[in-house]
């Protein structure tokens, strides 16, 4: 008996699972009615869940603020959250749900790169259009695809804006350079080895760790001995904060440059007062103000730095929405590449041809009483 | 669990054609079925995965469920056929159709050069050793930049393709709506269904079995145990290989990080939950694997906790899994060892005559 009973619970929660998914479905054919669909796809679970959560959150406060004054055409606008776990084969899954959901007029995501260009085929044959908020990786953009879009800066615009600030700023002749063996990390290290070795500073170590390591100080060492006058390090904060400590606690005293997966809090939390000469890239908020303390108070917690993007790339969809006055896929896709300047969080907002952000919406930062500043051209 | 049985018994006793005719038939039918959904090609692209989990599950039924030889980087080797098609595809222009052969032989090749030196380990220690391989291929195809690409993954991978008859003559169609894969990886599937279930009845499966249950009285009785664990090591590997070459060439797109320890387990897994050495079962536990997940997106980040939760449940309701073969199971009640005691001593008497 408490057999049956198990097998019922377990029906039970299949045949949850079926209604839930109907609902959606229901929701889909009312579309039509009053309700304009986005989708916002991500790793809203999985281990870095916290991207695609903040991704949510950014792309509901753009829609709540749109709702609020009205929706689009007419239509209240809702979001279908597409949850990619940050692998390939379920991004693609992902995007044919968004691609065959009615009613659904753009994708804001996906957020990694490995996720976003087997994900961006799948829309292309669809004529939808997708935003990627986090997706540094060129080749995205390089597929020549009409309906991808990105709003954060490729890791080739990225790495030489390090490149001329170690060049020009801190006078570097030497730099190393480790990366964390991830699409992200070592795609900024090859753009940063490209464009400093061009402007005439030897590359003295150009190195991987695996990312998940601890322990960095062989590599360190071996760094020391070279005695460069930078190190840049292509990955995220969890490393990055630990090879800042360990390289100072080894008397390394070279800067640390960095790029955008750095300019997080709990890096200068790991770094704790050792935090002289860091100077990382990362995304340029001049009128975020407002968008920050709406995200703090509804959530009790500050957004990363792809929240801003995504808040950006959803009012560049609903924008786009608008003024196509229509909500067929391919109109909104020609008028999403119209935008122009557009108001984003980081300033004026305009694509290139390839759906590449124009300008790169990035600033080097550099850290003072625990927390990011902007380090002011002149200095 | 009776109701598994009366529908098992009652599908059993069917003639073999009528078993056949409505397999096919469903198997045919169900992309008209998906039309009546609203979301056709999302349900078509989800039986694709299905598909490729099926084979995948398969193929290490092969060596897990028949040789019982615990293997936890399975995934390596379809990561080798995936690169394959990745590689020879964007690089050299090969069609699908010339990757396969290639990849099936290069998985196999590698499948035995993993099985060759680890053949004296047995369990817990082969599986560690299968576990090391799979990072290592993992982390070779991240490192190896000039190949692979390294973290950048390979994109651009050529669909598959088929010669079609349109009225510009015969041209070759590219495969990528999902309906279409679906009948491509019903293609496989059903192949691998063939070769397997034929497997596991030959004098080669029997073996296998016998090795899986006792490797010593399986060389006792004749059998080159050698030559067989290589066998099942090669042929479970080119499996993974050849559908690879499909999942590649269905997401466009490879990188290393589709590759990790976690796949192998799942795989691990759909062969458990099914049955081990059952190969229906095999396919079963690969369809409920990539199901549920998929029925469970409404529940948005409990999801996976509750896909966790069900498979939990399954093993314990029926730990041999669900097609397991109970006959395999190790007595476990008062009555049940009495009885093979019995059985076991009318055999001695059977001898004795």
């Not at chain 2, 491509?184 to 059903?190: R, S």
Request: glycine share 12%; aromatic share 8%.
């Amino acid at each position: 008996m408490k057999r049956r009973m198990a097998v019922g619970t377990v029906l039970a929660l299949t045949l949850a699972g079926c209604g839930g998914e109907t609902t959606t479905n229901a929701d889909g054919t009312t579309a039509t009615g009053g309700k304009i669909f986005i989708g916002v796809a991500g790793p809203i679970s999985g281990a870095q869940a916290v991207f695609g959560e903040d991704m949510i959150r950014s792309a509901q406060l753009a829609v709540d603020e749109i709702n609020a004054q009205g929706g689009v055409l007419g239509k209240t606008i809702e979001i279908v959250p597409g949850d990619d776990q940050g692998d390939a084969r379920q991004a693609a899954t992902v995007a044919q749900k968004m691609t065959s959901t009615d009613g659904l007029v753009g994708v804001v995501g996906h957020f990694n790169s490995g996720c976003s260009i087997p994900a961006s085929q799948v829309y292309k044959r669809a004529d939808l259009v997708m935003l990627s908020p986090g997706s540094t990786s060129p080749t995205l953009t390089e597929q020549g695809f009409k309906n991808v879009f990105r709003l954060v800066g490729r890791d080739d615009q990225q790495g030489p804006l390090s490149a001329n600030f170690a060049i020009q700023q801190l006078k570097s002749k030497t730099v190393a350079i480790l990366n964390d063996k991830t699409a992200y990390g070592q795609g900024l290290a090859e753009a940063f080895r490209k464009s400093i070795e061009a402007g005439g500073v030897k590359v003295v170590i150009f190195e991987g760790v695996n990312q998940g390591e601890r322990d960095f100080r062989a590599v360190l060492t071996k760094i020391k001995g070279l005695n460069p006058d930078s190190l840049f390090f292509g990955g995220v904060f969890t490393e990055a904060g630990l090879i800042v400590s360990q390289a100072r606690e080894l008397g390394l005293t070279a800067n640390f440059l960095s790029g955008d997966g750095t300019q997080v809090q709990s890096f200068i939390d790991t770094v704790g007062t050792k935090s002289s000469k860091i100077f990382v890239t990362g995304v340029r908020t001049i009128n975020s103000e407002e968008f920050l303390a709406t995200y703090k108070s509804k959530y009790k917690e500050s957004p990363t730095a792809f929240g801003t993007y995504t808040y950006d790339a959803t009012r560049i969809l609903l924008a786009a929405i608008a003024r196509a006055g229509s909500v067929d896929r391919v109109k909104v896709t020609e008028a999403v590449r119209a935008t122009k300047d557009f108001q984003g969080l980081g300033g004026t907002i305009n694509f290139d041809a390839k759906g590449d952000p124009a300008t790169a919406p990035f600033d080097v930062f550099t850290v003072q009483d625990k927390k990011f500043v902007t380090v002011t051209p002149t200095a | 669990m009776d109701i598994f049985k009366n529908l098992a018994g009652f599908w059993s006793t069917r003639p073999a054609w009528v078993r056949f005719l409505v397999v096919v038939l469903a198997a045919v039918g169900v992309p008209l079925l998906a039309q009546l959904t609203s979301q056709p090609t999302y349900i078509m692209n989800v039986l694709v995965s299905v598909g490729i989990y099926m084979v995948l599950a398969m193929g290490l039924n092969i060596v897990v469920g028949m040789a019982g030889l615990l293997d936890l980087g399975y995934i390596a080797f379809f990561a080798v056929g995936a690169y394959s098609m990745a590689i020879l595809s964007t690089q050299y222009g090969w069609t699908f159709w010339m990757v396969l052969p290639v990849a099936a032989v290069l998985a196999g090749g590698i499948g035995v050069v993993l099985g060759a030196p680890t053949l004296p380990l047995r369990g817990d220690y082969l599986a560690i050793v299968t576990l090391g391989f799979g990072e290592i291929i993992r982390i070779t195809l991240n490192n190896l930049d000039w190949l692979t690409r390294g973290p950048q993954g390979i994109a651009g991978i050529k669909p598959p393709m088929v010669p079609w008859v349109s009225n510009g003559g015969l041209i070759w169609l590219e495969l990528y709506q999902p309906v279409q894969l679906y009948y491509l990886a019903l293609v496989f599937v059903g192949g691998a269904w063939l070769i397997t279930s034929r497997l596991k009845n030959s004098r080669i499966g029997r073996a296998l079995v016998a090795i899986r249950e006792d490797e010593i009285a399986a060389a006792a009785m004749g059998i080159d145990t050698v030559r067989l664990k290589l066998l099942a090591f090669a042929s479970g590997a080119a499996f993974a290989g050849v559908i690879g070459v499909l999942f590649a060439s269905q997401i466009s797109f490879v990188s290393p990080e589709s590759f990790t320890l976690f796949e192998s387990v799942i795989v691990l897994a759909m062969v458990v939950l099914g049955g081990m050495g059952s190969v229906v079962g095999a396919m079963l536990g690969a369809f409920i694997l990539v199901v549920l997940p998929e029925l469970l997106r409404g529940f948005s980040e409990y999801r996976l906790l509750i896909f966790g939760a069900a498979l939990v449940l399954v093993m314990l309701i029926r730990p041999q899994g669900i097609l397991g073969d109970d006959s395999s199971r190790e007595p476990t009640t008062d009555r049940e060892r009495a009885q093979e005691d019995q059985s076991l001593s009318e055999t001695k008497q059977d001898l004795k005559v």
